[in-house]
């Protein structure tokens, strides 16, 4: 097993959570984002989308991470990560539908405008370009140039602030019904969305987006003090990376408010 990944990459996480949560063990292959190696004729040839993450296993290459989630519970179904009740079923592939579009998207457009951005600005202009113009979406594109050149002030982001809002506001109400988000059970919904509080956090955004919201704040610990959060997520960030991450949060909350 093999999988291609990054170690920020919310996909990335999540997948890594479920492997870990199974106790699966891969041959690591890092795709470096910032470096545009995403963008390797060899990687596209695997992942035409060039995106992380990628698996390869038992021959079969596998894209999606929601998809794949669903490849590792069907492929090795001890512990499951599915509910077996159908209704409850349902709730989970609901919200991995709702962090799939519009979370994720709406997370690029913060990641972006926000943590990412200092970093970028501080490169060629021309070669900023070369990588934006290998994105194979055009309103991918065109909404990473916008926000790349605006930062909180592009029009981008006041609808990537509602779409989290509405997403968690779903999260907390059904976690009034259970400690995850499926109700009882730790599930792949579960592994799904913290990935996205975790970079709101990072990104200084959790007083308004976690904090108004106390049944998420307190599943976001519990899910953080799971033995595989060390083993997916913490063992893999970059200090350096979530160091940034917060530094630039911190200087973007006044203009964001402002805004």
Not at 127 to 155: N, Q
Not at 222 to 236: F, G, I, K, M, Y
């Amino acid at each position: 097993m093999r999988l291609y990944h990054n170690a920020v990459s919310t996909c990335s996480q999540k997948v890594r959570l479920v492997l870990a949560e199974k106790g699966l063990a891969f041959e690591d292959a890092q795709v470096d984002l910032q470096a545009g190696e995403q963008f390797a004729p060899a990687y596209v040839a695997l992942n035409p989308n060039a995106v992380v993450p990628t698996l390869e296993h038992d021959g079969a290459v596998l894209i999606e991470s929601t998809l794949i989630d669903e490849y590792l519970d069907d492929a090795f179904p001890e512990p499951p990560l599915r509910p077996a009740a159908p209704a409850a079923r349902h709730r989970m592939r609901l919200a991995m539908k709702r962090i799939d579009d519009p979370l994720h998207g709406a997370c690029g457009v913060l990641t972006y405008a926000i943590g990412a951005r200092p970093a970028m600005q501080m490169r060629p202009k021309e070669e900023v370009d070369a990588m934006l113009a290998k994105i194979p979406d055009p309103k991918k594109r065109a909404a990473r140039a916008s926000v790349l050149e605006h930062g909180v002030r592009a029009p981008e982001v006041a609808s990537a602030l509602a779409a989290h809002e509405a997403v968690f506001d779903q999260a907390e109400a059904w976690l009034a019904d259970g400690p995850f988000i499926a109700g009882e059970a730790f599930s792949l919904a579960d592994c799904a969305l913290v990935p996205y509080v975790l970079r709101v956090d990072h990104l200084q955004l959790g007083d308004r987006l976690i904090a108004p919201r106390p049944a998420l704040s307190a599943w976001y610990e519990t899910v953080r003090a799971r033995p595989s959060w060390e083993t997916a997520v913490d063992a893999w960030l970059p200090d350096m990376m979530v160091a940034m991450f917060k530094a630039a949060g911190e200087a973007a909350v006044a203009e964001l408010e402002a805004a």
